[in-house]
Structures are given as C-alpha cells and as structure tokens.
C-alpha cells in the first residue's frame, strides 16, 4: 500500500529564513512521482513542484526546492526567504502504477510565517 | 488559459437532500479527478476520469455519489441522499497528463449537511 506521512501538523517560521517541511513516504512502485502542493486560506490547491522517482537532481521551482533523498524514503519542501505570503496548509502526494495513478496526499503541515 | 472552476464554492443542504457538484476541468485536460477533505482529515481520492470514461472509481464511499463526464468535458458530482458524515470540501482537479504533471486544483467546494 502507498503511504505519505507529514509528522509535523504546524510549523513556524521567520520571515526570511528557510523552512523544511517533512514528509515520508511508503511505496513498493519503481516508479513513482512526487508533490508538493500549497493551499492558501483562500482554499485553492496550487502546485508548487514535483519529483520523478528517477531523477538524479532534486527539484528546484523559484525559492522551492525538494529534498528528494530516495533510500530514506522521503521528500523534504525547501522554502528558502519566506515571505508572508507562504504561510499556508502545504500538502505532500504521491503517484505510482500501484495506485491506479491515483495521487494520495499526506495530512498536511501548516506554515505559519512570522513578521 | 482558464483554470478549474467548481461551483458552487458553498452548499449548505439537509440530511436526505440532494446536491449536485460540478466542475469545469480545464480544456483539453483528459484527466479529471475529483477528491474530499473531510474536516481536520487527509485529502481523499473520490475518483478519476480520463475523457468519459471512469478509469478509476475506487475511492468512491458508496452508492450515493455518482459522477458523470458528459462527453469529456464537464463533470458532475451528486450525492442523493446526503448523510451527514458527507460533509467536507469536495475538490476537482484535471491534469494533461499524469508523468510529471501536477493537478490544477479548483478552489474547491465546501458541502455541509445538516
């Protein structure tokens, strides 16, 4: 069965500093992708980046970035100079051939970025 | 381009009614999915269509939700009779393709039942 866990239900940050958010996750699949979502409080589901199973580099979109390290199973979003606007509920998922290509999301971490 | 537009954003019926939810994917986007946050609680599959067709439908809680794509384009999802634990934010989403492609999400609508 496929499995994403995020351990860390709220997170504070200050403006400007970087911030990681966990997440681990469980799949027998050889390939699968990776993703990290950002909801607002507006509602909205934004994709922020993803992470193929293969690639050799981690991801990078702006100031996020993915700490892809695949032996340990987990897929860590980098938030470098947060801004107030970053705080959110973010979201990580997962897609592989096991689930149908069914995306599964993790509970979710809220980010709280500070002044 | 347009994004993903599920309406309505808020519904608010009794238990034993009727209520049906509709998202507009974005064009072109043969993959449509649809998903529900129940409070507090993870982001769950409902179902997914590619074009008309259910590929996959598995996460469907029962026989009281039935979704349609009519002719691949929009779709619909109704809930007859509402319970309840129904309850929660029902998001649409749609996707070219699935290697790589993120979800454009629709912002969602909230159902509450009571």
């Known amino acids: 069965a496929q499995k994403i866990t995020q351990t860390q239900p709220g997170m504070f940050v200050q403006e400007k500093e970087a911030v990681t958010l966990d997440c681990t996750y469980d799949?027998?699949?050889?390939?699968?992708?990776l993703f990290w979502y950002k909801q607002p409080s507006s509602g909205e589901m934004i994709f922020l980046i993803y992470?193929?199973?293969?690639?050799?580099q981690n991801a990078t979109e702006g100031r996020y970035s993915l700490n892809f390290q695949k032996a340990r199973k987990s897929a860590n979003l980098v938030i470098s100079a947060s801004q107030l606007g970053d705080s959110a509920m973010y979201f990580c998922a997962m897609r592989g051939y096991t689930g149908g290509f069914k995306t599964i999301f993790g509970a979710g971490t809220r980010l709280f970025v500070k002044a | 381009e347009a994004g993903v537009t599920q309406f309505p954003s808020h519904s608010v019926i009794e238990k034993g009614q009727t209520v049906t939810l509709r998202c507009d994917p974005i064009s072109g986007h043969d993959n449509l999915y649809w998903y529900r946050r129940v409070m507090g609680k993870e982001i769950k599959f409902l179902l997914h269509?590619?074009?008309?067709?259910?590929?996959?439908e598995s996460g469907m809680p029962n026989n009281r939700f039935l979704a349609e794509r009519t002719g691949g384009t929009y779709s619909t999802l109704k809930v007859q009779p509402a319970e309840l634990e129904d309850s929660g934010v029902y998001f649409c989403?749609?996707?070219?393709?699935?290697?790589?492609?993120?979800?454009?999400f629709g912002s969602g609508t909230r159902l509450t039942v009571v």
């Open positions: 799949t027998s699949d050889p390939s699968y992708g």
């Open positions: 992470q193929g199973s293969y690639d050799q």
């Open positions: 989403a749609s996707s070219q393709g699935w290697q790589g492609y993120g979800y454009t």
């Open positions: 269509f590619v074009k008309e067709s259910k590929q996959d």
